[in-house]
């Protein structure tokens, strides 16, 4: 069984900071890592991928994340946050041949002035 | 978008009545997903499509059925409501499985009395 987990339930940073949003995975074979956020009242919107290649993915709106097979992990990263950036960010996973994304449950970053 | 719309857009209903959710998609996907949205779980899928009339179930498809009879429409219908059943149902569709995105409609807003 594939899962995912997202450890914090919420993040706060400051305007301009830099902010890290967690996520490690679990899957039989080779992983294929997603993220996505949703603002209040929107459906789902894409932000990044990892297929193969290069461990540092960057993605929509100036976010990247990094892939980590020893550890597991995909953590979605921007340098310098915006109060705009505030919103609910969703990780997911699925494996070759797989029809199933399994999503975690979600980690909700404030960006403060 | 990816040209995804769903309809109703909300809905409050009573225990024990019928509800069919509407997902059209313009773009001619040949895979679409019904997720629902509760807090502390996330997205679940309830069934998919992999074609027309092609259907298979999620992880959480129990009182859920579906169809598809046409590309751009797939129906989620509640056989017969519950309060369980209430949440935010998501359509998604994507061109292929593994490493395809999935793209995700705007979601309806259901309740049920």
């Known amino acids: 069984a594939q899962s995912v987990a997202q450890p914090e339930d919420q993040v706060n940073v400051a305007e301009g900071n830099p902010l890290t949003v967690k996520c490690t995975y679990s899957?039989?074979?080779?992983?294929?890592l997603f993220w996505y956020v949703q603002y209040p009242n929107r459906g789902l919107q894409f932000l990044l991928k990892y297929i193969t290649g290069d461990n540092l993915v960057k993605g929509s709106y100036g976010f990247e994340a990094e892939f980590n097979k020893s550890q597991t992990s995909f953590h979605l990263k921007k340098p310098s946050a915006l109060v705009s950036d505030s919103a609910l960010y969703f990780c997911?996973?699925?494996?070759?041949?797989?029809?199933?994304?399994?999503f975690g449950t979600g980690t909700q970053l404030k960006v403060e002035l | 978008d990816a040209g995804i719309t769903q309809s109703p857009r909300h809905k409050v209903t009573e225990t024990g009545t019928p509800v069919t959710l509407r997902c059209h998609q313009t773009?001619?996907?040949?895979?679409m997903y019904w997720y629902r949205q509760d807090p502390g779980h996330g997205l679940r899928l309830i069934h998919y499509?992999?074609?027309?009339?092609?259907?298979d179930k999620g992880e959480v498809s129990d009182g859920y059925s579906v169809s598809r009879s046409k590309t751009e429409d797939f129906l989620l219908t509640l056989e017969s409501a519950t309060s369980s059943q209430t949440s935010v149902y998501f359509c998604a569709v994507s061109a292929g499985v593994s490493t395809d995105t999935q793209y995700f409609g705007p979601g309806t807003r259901l309740t049920v009395l």
């Open positions: 899957v039989s074979g080779n992983p294929y």
């Open positions: 997911a996973v699925r494996v070759l041949g797989g029809n199933k994304l399994t």
């Open positions: 499509s992999y074609g027309v009339k092609d259907t």
């Open positions: 773009e001619n996907h040949r895979y």
